[in-house]
């Protein structure tokens, strides 16, 4: 675009250090002297270059997604150089290849002669692709069999000894994606399921599927939410707890929610959502709102609902977040119920940088904070599962330029990633149920929810990247606030964190991790469900188990499985204990502050939910 595409550049430029006389000029006409400058300066020629290959990245990336075929083509290179000087591994892959062969031409044997035959080889548990009695027939028995056959080889295959263990990981992903591809469940001709839904229906299921094929595609190009998720609407029937927006900057607005009881605990609670989503999913229907729970529990609750950034946030950056987030909600808080200590309250990326806030105010003295709690949030990303594969030097630099021309990472790229993570349930059963079966997709507003996407920041997300999951700085004691390191070691806060059996964002053990790293006493819950369900599990809501421990500062240390045998299993909803958990942490009841103040920069300024969180 005319004016714009030259003002990249040179913002590229200046972001990788080749910055020569004459950018400072800019958004002025590039003129025949700035021209020479650069020349003279010998960085035309880098800043082209650089320009023109975050460019090239940047278009590339659109086809394959911000994932970076540098990266993918290094970790198969490692596994073919290995794979070919490893002949031992090669001739034990043919005769494991001709056993299996044999043994499993006895098995089609066998099912071609009887009506029903014991697999030969059973699906992985969260497998659920083959459940049903009718691929247990011949000859859809032979085809999941083969096929659960061959990427069992696979697996095995792609790790090869000597081979650095990220590209083993990456190998093994990449190929169980082809292979997933392939799976006899995806076709109909092959899907027994679909044959006799088609047989039933007259091949109605596959109109039906042709139709909902078109409308995502129309919709994945008009950007349209579903009709069935239009009828979550934010304000009417989702984030509907009343309250008022009593603080707004360029990167949140702070909600104070309304008193539902004559008096309030009077430490207030502080609620940092993550970024990557909108703040309402802990505000969801009036029967699953965290925020209404707390609220009718007798809490002053606040909530901070971050901007959806475009363009013009490109160079919003990680610390951003804590100093006009973290830090500007506290100090409204403060104004607004006074000086008294805040439970802060941190989900997903929102307690990572709460945790990074609290550990600066302990090292500066800053005693504001009553306590700290963490929903599904990591502070050592050693560990952080399959998210790490997405996270190398060749990868980060790709999805920088990937972001670059746009200046934020889109919301398709970030949900595909997860999607990738767990693509049977997230990506071809979808298809198989809407596309050949017919069906259409169920929606509940946790589904809504999810689908209303937010953007990241260029700057922040390179920066969260690299120093938070590549470097582990926050867990080295290497994450810099206000010129200094910060150390997690530092906060004695008692510490409640939850952590989610099926977390595939934020894996349990890796949430573990924050027992070893702050020096108060910490109370753990692990709990059913997934990195978004297990945390929306309001009391009541059928089949909600978790377990819960404390460790005091002065205990050793317990290994997570040998913590999940010792914690006690309980049946239902973790937020009652977590309720309990702040209560002997609260004072005694009092009359509920007002609504922000009467005038300055904490006047109410709109009505919840606000208006950022209703942005595209």
């Known amino acids: ?75 198969y290179m490692d596994w073919l150089l290995h794979f070919l000087n490893s002949p031992g591994k090669a001739g034990e892959m043919s005769r494991n290849a001709a056993v299996k062969g044999m043994e499993f031409t006895q098995y089609a044997l066998r099912a071609s002669l009887e009506s029903e035959t014991e697999p030969y080889i059973a699906p992985l548990p969260q497998d659920r692709r083959f459940q049903s009695g009718e691929w247990d027939r011949w000859p859809f028995n032979l085809m999941y069999q083969g096929f659960l056959l061959t990427e069992q080889w696979w697996h095995y295959a792609a790790r090869t000894r000597g081979m650095e263990q990220h590209c083993q990981d990456l190998v093994s992903f990449m190929t169980r994606q082809v292979l997933d591809t392939m799976a006899p469940s995806n076709y109909p001709l092959t899907n027994p399921e679909v044959l006799r839904r088609t047989a039933e229906e007259g091949g109605r299921n596959l109109v039906r599927g042709a139709i909902n094929f078109a409308e995502d595609v129309n919709r994945q190009l008009t950007r349209e939410l579903p009709p069935a998720a239009q009828d979550y609407r934010i304000g009417e029937d989702v984030a509907t707890t009343p309250g008022k927006v009593v603080y707004r900057n360029n990167l949140m607005e702070l909600i104070q929610y309304s008193p539902r009881t004559e008096t309030v605990r009077p430490e207030p609670v502080l609620i940092t959502p993550a970024w990557i989503m909108k703040y309402y999913i802990l505000d969801l229907s009036p029967e699953n709102s965290l925020v209404g729970y707390l609220v009718d529990q007798g809490y002053t609750v606040f909530m901070i609902s971050w901007k959806n950034p475009d363009y013009e946030q490109r160079e919003v950056g990680l610390d951003d977040y804590r100093r006009l987030g973290v830090m500007a909600a506290l100090d409204a808080v403060n104004a607004i119920v006074g000086k008294r200590k805040v439970h802060a309250v941190g989900y997903c990326l929102g307690g990572t940088i709460l945790a990074a806030a609290a550990a600066a105010m302990a090292r500066d003295g800053d005693d504001r904070l009553a306590d700290l709690t963490l929903f599904a949030a990591q502070t050592d990303f050693q560990e952080a599962g399959e998210i790490m594969l997405f996270v190398d030097s060749s990868q980060i630099a790709y999805l920088e330029d990937y972001m670059w021309y746009k200046g934020y990472l889109d919301a398709k790229q970030m949900s595909l990633a997860f999607q990738l993570l767990r693509s049977n349930d997230l990506i071809w059963s979808r298809a198989v149920r809407q596309y050949l079966l017919g069906e259409e997709e169920s929606m509940i507003d946790l589904l809504a929810w999810n689908l209303d996407a937010t953007r990241m920041p260029y700057r922040m997300h390179s920066e969260y990247l690299r120093r938070l999951f590549h470097e582990n700085a926050l867990a080295n004691n290497d994450y810099v606030v206000d010129g200094r390191p910060v ?99 609260s004072g005694e009841p009092v009359k509920p502050p007002r609504l922000g103040r009467a005038s300055g920069p904490y006047k109410p300024v709109a009505d919840a939910p606000g208006t950022y969180v209703l942005e595209d």
């Open 487 to 585: 150390s997690l070691r530092d906060i004695q806060l008692p510490v409640f964190a939850v952590g989610t059996e099926r977390d595939h964002v934020a894996p349990w053990r890796s949430v573990y991790k924050i027992h070893t790293l702050t020096s108060g006493d910490v109370t753990f819950v692990l709990t059913s469900g997934g990195h978004n369900a297990g945390i929306v599990s309001e009391p009541g809501h059928p089949r909600r188990r978790f377990r819960m421990l404390e460790r005091r500062a002065d205990a050793t240390h317990l290994d997570p499985d040998t913590w999940q045998q010792e914690a006690g299993h309980r049946d239902g909803s973790w937020w009652p204990a977590f309720k309990e958990w702040l209560d002997e942490r």
């Open 1 to 75: 675009r005319p004016g714009v595409d030259r003002v990249r550049i040179v913002v590229f430029a200046a972001d990788h250090g080749v910055c020569a006389e004459g950018v400072s000029a800019f958004p002025q006409a590039v003129t025949g002297q700035m021209i020479a400058n650069f020349a003279a300066g010998g960085a035309a020629i880098s800043v082209l270059a650089q320009s023109l290959d975050a460019f090239g990245h940047a278009l590339q990336g659109r086809l394959t997604y911000g994932l970076s075929p540098a990266a993918m083509g290094l970790a």
